[in-house]
Nanobody, 125 residues
Framework: VQLQASGGGLVQAGGSLRLSCAAS????????MGWFRQGPGKEREFVASINWSGTSTYYADSVKGRFTISRVNAASTVALQMNNLMSEDTAVYFC???????????????????WGQGTQVTVSS
């Protein structure tokens, strides 16, 4: 699976952005997907995850209620809708895919086998 993230940019606090991750590879529709982020001077952290069928999601407490992860298997895409953005959301955002078939949600980096290149999100206060 190859992943290409897009949609990052500069936004004011309180604004919204929608990130998209396009995947190639036959196993996308059976792979759990996730979004992680790495802020300036910080370690990469979990943001959100969705299972292979889109019926189960899981969020970090810091984004719960503000971010929504979704997927369209027919289009091999996964999205992260980010609302009410705050300055602490500033980071490079990465999409990731699990290699395990029919995989569910996961919040640990080591559960993911494929990573995209990242897209920068900057929130100005």
């Amino acid at each position: 699976v190859q992943l290409q993230a897009s949609g990052g940019g500069l936004v004011q606090a309180g604004g919204s952005l929608r990130l998209s991750c396009a995947a190639s590879g036959r196993t996308f529709s059976t792979s759990g997907m996730g979004w992680f982020r790495q802020g300036p001077g910080k370690e990469r952290e979990f943001v959100a995850s969705i299972n292979w069928s889109g019926t189960s999601t899981y969020y970090a407490d810091s984004v719960k209620g503000r971010f929504t992860i979704s997927r369209v298997n027919a289009a091999s895409t996964v999205a992260l809708q980010m609302n009410n953005l705050m300055s602490e959301d500033t980071a490079v955002y990465f999409c990731a895919a699990r290699g395990r078939l029919d995989s569910g949600t996961a919040y640990v980096e080591s559960d993911y086998d494929y990573w995209g290149q990242g897209t920068q999100v900057t929130v100005s206060s």
